[in-house]
């Protein structure tokens, strides 16, 4: 466990199996996933040094230091709100969490819990990370004020930009003929699963693509395969998380051949849209909604 105070603050657990570092001050970025027995480092870095400096709420996250593992919530893409008591209000590229300040509740060796209230709208985010061997233990937990007079709509979606390496592959649990290339949102498409994904041979240099598995796709995890066996697997809570986001950049916006493998609760990248076509989850007054995301490590995978 370490790190200073304040905004840059890096707060590092770790075992003898995975090293993970957060930037607890701003966003609580999750910047390093380190195999400790082979040293596979599987975030993605910045082009330059990570700026650890308050953003505007209303930054657009394309145009900072896109890298490591964030929260989007309670969007991807920049909407307006869908709904009362928020009607009409703007929400930012990539929802309000990753640009804000979050309060470091509780830290041990191998935990730390972090909460953060929303700068507009009337719900606290909370997620605490627990090393557990070589899985990292994500629990959440949002609430929305006692005393807001509806449900509110709101979309999460993980943010985990794994950085790839010539040949790492994506492998999804169960059977599929068909995702859902959603690149151009205006254009969905139905493309052929050719069984796994790489960025190398599947996106064109310069150019990214955004996937989503079908919306009844039972997927329950999605593993990444070094060709030297080392891997990456992340599993999720389904019964609040039931949609699979898969966005893949071959050096568009990041660092090098970069794959994101995004769970997520709304279907698909805007709110406005999820909540219309009654694809995300209501966040009830009062009431606490919780679900999990776990990131196990290995090596010596065929």
């Given at each position: 466990?370490?790190?200073?105070?304040?905004?840059?603050?890096?707060?590092?657990?770790s075992n003898d199996k995975?090293?993970?570092?957060?930037?607890?001050?701003?966003?609580a970025r999750v910047t390093n996933v380190r195999n400790v027995i082979d040293g596979r480092e599987w975030l993605s870095q910045a082009r330059g040094a990570t700026r650890a400096v308050r953003l505007e709420?209303?930054?657009?996250?394309?145009?900072?230091?896109?890298?490591?593992w964030d929260e989007m919530f309670p969007s991807v893409d920049a909407c307006t709100?869908?709904?009362?008591?928020?009607?009409?209000?703007?929400?930012?590229?990539?929802?309000?969490?990753?640009?804000?300040?979050?309060?470091?509740?509780?830290?041990?060796?191998?935990?730390?819990?972090?909460?953060?209230?929303s700068s507009r709208f009337a719900y606290t985010f909370e997620r605490t990370l627990r090393l557990e061997g070589a899985t990292l233990?994500?629990?959440?937990?949002?609430?929305?004020?006692?005393?807001?007079?509806?449900a509110l709509p709101l979309l999460w979606a993980l943010h985990s930009q794994f950085q790839m390496v010539e040949g790492?592959?994506?492998a999804l649990s169960?059977?599929?003929?068909?995702?859902?290339?959603?690149?151009?949102?205006?254009?969905?498409v139905a493309v052929a699963w050719a069984g796994d994904l790489v960025v190398q041979r599947d996106v064109e240099p310069g150019s990214d693509r955004m996937i989503y598995l079908q919306p009844d796709d039972d997927a329950e995890d999605a593993t990444l395969v070094d060709p030297s066996g080392s891997w990456l697997r992340v599993a999720w809570d389904r019964s609040f998380a039931p949609y699979l986001g898969i966005w893949a950049d071959h050096g568009r916006y990041t660092s090098g051949p970069v794959m994101a493998i995004e769970p997520t609760n709304g279907f698909f990248d805007e709110l406005a849209r999820a909540s219309d076509n009654k694809m995300v989850t209501l966040?009830?007054?009062g009431e606490a909604t919780t679900w999990w995301v776990e990131v196990t490590l290995g090596e010596g995978a065929r």
């Open positions: 466990m370490s790190g200073d105070q304040g905004v840059d603050r890096r707060v590092t657990l995975i090293s993970v570092t957060v930037l607890a001050g701003r966003g709420s209303d930054a657009t996250f394309t145009e900072t230091d896109h890298c490591g709100y869908p709904s009362d008591p928020y009607l009409g209000m703007s929400v930012p590229d990539h929802g309000e969490l990753w640009s804000q300040p979050w309060d470091v509740v509780e830290e041990t060796e191998s935990s730390l819990s972090q909460r953060v209230r233990r994500c629990d959440y937990r949002c609430q929305v004020d006692a005393g807001v007079e509806s790492t592959r994506l169960g059977r599929r003929s068909t995702v859902l290339d959603t690149s151009s949102s205006d254009n969905v966040f009830r007054p």
